[in-house]
């Protein structure tokens, strides 16, 4: 079982960053991807970031490519999300998640664990 615990939440200026944190338990290897989601308020969860456990490649949203950046400590067991240049349509609650299997990992229909999400609010 992979656990997802997220953190690192808040609110921000428009235009300002945050780094958000997600310790798994340490499974991310028995894992096919992980990754970072969102959902405001009235609208579908999307993908933002994804890393593939067998090569590391990337991938990212392209409402946040060259502001946003996905990355992972192994020692830590921790994924991170660096976000910056935030803007008003960032604001969402945003999920950390993982897939065992191969399969698109820019759906959230296809992932099978999740965290509990944690808050982005982004102030004018």
């Known amino acids: 079982q992979v656990r997802l615990v997220e953190s690192g939440g808040g609110s921000v200026q428009a235009g300002g960053s945050l780094r958000l944190s997600c310790v798994d338990s340490?499974?991310?290897?028995?894992?096919?991807?992980m990754g970072w989601f969102r959902q405001a308020p009235e609208k579908e969860r999307e993908g933002v970031a994804a890393i593939y456990s067998y090569g590391g490649s990337i991938e990212y949203a392209d409402s946040v490519k060259g502001r946003f950046t996905l990355s992972r400590d192994n020692a830590k067991n921790t994924l991170y999300l660096q976000m910056n240049g935030l803007k008003a349509e960032d604001a969402a609650m945003y999920y950390c998640a993982a897939r065992r299997g191969a399969g698109p990992c820019s759906e959230s229909a296809a992932m099978d664990f999740w965290g509990a999400g944690t808050l982005v609010t982004i102030s004018s």
């Open positions: 340490g499974y991310f290897h028995s894992t096919y991807c």
